[in-house]
């Protein structure tokens, strides 16, 4: 049983995906459990609604990126549309 080793050693997780800055979830590379870090900075079991809410997390942050890639561009274009 793999899970054995879990028991006695404690989980061994590993980040399996980046959602924003300050969530991730993780995967025990032995028992495959799976971890994210909630809206208070804890650690919570990955449950399905869990991992919904880091699918909106993480369309949210990618589209965030985007515009501050675009902010600085945008910002000189109106500058000098006033100027
Ligand atoms: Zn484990």
Redesign the pocket.
Known sequence: M??I??KVF????KVSRHVTYHVKEYT??????ELTTNSKGNLTELTPKFKEINDVLERIHAKRRMRLKNFNKKQSENLLATA
Do not use: A, M, P
């Open positions: 793999k899970n080793q879990c404690g989980h061994d997780y025990c590379s032995n028992c495959k459990k």
